[in-house]
């Protein structure tokens, strides 16, 4: 009798451990749940990041005039100059000395000019009385202007002799940085010695970067109702990452374009203010400096802008899902336009106000019945 009953249980028991699992598979499961965004036109600074090197708009190599000792350096290596400060002082005794002889040869010239007149005079006048002859009358003429034009050669040889006494003193030609000095005092300088000091402008700066050729006919032609170039507005991105706080404007087009890369330069003007008087005049930007340089819209643009987590990418592109009316997934391939991290443009495969999941997106599947609801608003989105 124990057996029996033991035989008719233990089927039993197998047959409500199968059971189970089927039971379980039967149970209907509800609607994939996912977060949407409405597709909407919103407004987008675009931006192009290229890289670019600052320049100053004037630099100077200051180069000594004429061959004479260096007996004084008057600035500070890496400081400010104003236009018109002293920097270097020459030996100036024998420009000074020559200054003397000149003016001597000019004294005598001047006598000599003098004792000419009064030949010439004398001479027309015995002419005129008919005492003397006409051949006279024409050697003291020449005589004459022969020394009057010794007079203006003296004159100019002390002109250049004063000149050469100035350029004794070199002076800054222009505000700026000067930079360190190639010579010592003591040592001859001349025309030949190559440049003694380099003095570079400070405020503003040039920001000089090549651009794809597209890329600026690109730009041309959208902006040309709106002012062309004067639309765009410069950004700068320092080599620490920090982006510099002044915008500037582009002013000039290269006339070629580079037969290799088919890239042409564009220089734009940036200001470059003093930050710090503590111990010295520092700006933030200097002359060959590398940056990245941003060229935005001074007015926004419209897109139809989606969040960039919305938009998946495979071989063929990149794609969204967007729920219809029926709650169904639909799979839209889109062409996006100039975008951010956070922000992704659509240029084709989207219409405005359709919705597009931004959460679930991984379980989402096309023909899918979804249960959506609007998505959580991102960090730091009002």
């Given at each position: 009798?124990?057996?029996?009953?033991?035989?008719?249980?233990?089927?039993?028991?197998?047959?409500f451990?199968?059971?189970?699992?089927?039971?379980?598979?039967?149970?209907?499961?509800g609607p994939?749940a996912?977060?949407?965004?409405?597709?909407?036109?919103?407004?987008?600074?675009?931006?192009?990041?290229?890289?670019?090197?600052?320049?100053?708009?004037?630099?100077?190599?200051l180069?000594?005039?004429?061959?004479?000792?260096?007996?004084?350096?008057?600035?500070?290596?890496?400081?400010?100059?104003?236009?018109?400060?002293?920097?270097?002082?020459?030996?100036?005794?024998?420009?000074?000395?020559?200054?003397?002889?000149?003016?001597?040869?000019?004294?005598?010239?001047?006598?000599?000019?003098?004792?000419?007149?009064?030949?010439?005079?004398?001479?027309?006048?015995?002419?005129?009385?008919?005492?003397?002859?006409?051949?006279?009358?024409?050697?003291?003429?020449?005589?004459?202007?022969?020394?009057?034009?010794?007079?203006?050669?003296?004159?100019?040889?002390?002109?250049?002799?004063?000149?050469?006494?100035?350029?004794?003193?070199?002076?800054?030609?222009?505000?700026?940085?000067?930079?360190?000095?190639?010579?010592?005092?003591?040592?001859?300088?001349?025309?030949?010695?190559?440049?003694?000091?380099?003095?570079?402008s400070?405020?503003?700066?040039?920001?000089?970067?090549?651009?794809?050729?597209?890329?600026?006919?690109?730009?041309?032609?959208?902006?040309v109702?709106?002012?062309?170039?004067?639309?765009?507005?410069?950004?700068?991105?320092?080599?620490?990452?920090?982006?510099?706080?002044?915008a500037?404007?582009?002013?000039?087009?290269?006339?070629?374009?580079?037969?290799?890369?088919?890239?042409?330069?564009?220089?734009?003007?940036?200001?470059?203010?003093v930050?710090?008087?503590?111990?010295?005049?520092?700006?933030?930007?200097?002359?060959?400096?590398?940056?990245?340089?941003?060229?935005?819209?001074?007015?926004?643009?419209?897109?139809?802008?989606?969040?960039?987590?919305?938009?998946?990418?495979?071989?063929?592109?990149?794609?969204?899902?967007?729920?219809?009316?029926?709650?169904?997934?639909?799979?839209?391939?889109?062409?996006?336009?100039?975008?951010?991290?956070?922000?992704?443009?659509?240029?084709?495969?989207?219409?405005?106000?359709?919705?597009?999941?931004?959460?679930?997106?991984?379980?989402?599947?096309?023909?899918?019945?979804?249960?959506?609801?609007?998505?959580?608003?991102?960090?730091?989105a009002?």
């Amino acid at each position: 009798m124990r057996a029996f009953l033991r035989r008719r249980i233990v089927p039993f028991g197998m047959a409500f451990l199968l059971a189970t699992p089927a039971l379980a598979q039967v149970a209907p499961a509800g609607p994939l749940a996912v977060g949407v965004i409405a597709a909407a036109y919103r407004p987008m600074a675009e931006s192009t990041e290229i890289n670019g090197r600052i320049q100053a708009e004037q630099r100077v190599d200051l180069v000594a005039r004429v061959t004479a000792f260096l007996n004084e350096k008057l600035f500070v290596e890496g400081a400010e100059v104003k236009k018109g400060d002293l920097l270097y002082r020459l030996e100036r005794a024998p420009f000074e000395a020559d200054v003397e002889v000149k003016q001597a040869a000019i004294a005598e010239a001047e006598a000599q000019l003098e004792n000419a007149n009064v030949a010439l005079d004398r001479a027309a006048e015995l002419v005129k009385r008919g005492a003397g002859t006409q051949v006279t009358l024409d050697n003291a003429r020449a005589t004459q202007r022969t020394t009057a034009a010794q007079l203006k050669a003296a004159q100019a040889q002390l002109r250049q002799s004063q000149i050469n006494v100035d350029y004794t003193e070199i002076h800054a030609p222009i505000d700026g940085r000067i930079g360190r000095t190639s010579v010592t005092i003591g040592n001859v300088v001349g025309p030949t010695s190559g440049t003694l000091a380099t003095i570079v402008s400070a405020d503003p700066m040039y920001v000089v970067f090549p651009v794809a050729m597209r890329r600026v006919l690109e730009l041309r032609d959208r902006y040309v109702d709106k002012g062309g170039f004067e639309a765009v507005t410069i950004r700068l991105r320092l080599p620490n990452g920090k982006m510099y706080d002044q915008a500037g404007k582009l002013g000039f087009v290269d006339i070629g374009v580079a037969k290799d890369t088919d890239t042409i330069d564009l220089r734009g003007t940036i200001a470059n203010p003093v930050i710090s008087s503590g111990s010295g005049r520092i700006r933030e930007l200097t002359n060959d400096e590398f940056v990245s340089v941003s060229l935005e819209a001074v007015e926004p643009l419209k897109v139809l802008a989606v969040p960039r987590a919305a938009v998946l990418s495979d071989q063929q592109g990149d794609y969204v899902y967007v729920v219809n009316a029926q709650n169904v997934v639909e799979q839209r391939r889109v062409k996006l336009g100039q975008s951010t991290p956070e922000t992704a443009a659509v240029v084709d495969g989207l219409k405005e106000g359709e919705h597009v999941i931004v959460e679930g997106i991984q379980r989402a599947r096309p023909n899918a019945v979804v249960a959506p609801a609007p998505a959580s608003p991102a960090p730091g989105a009002s």
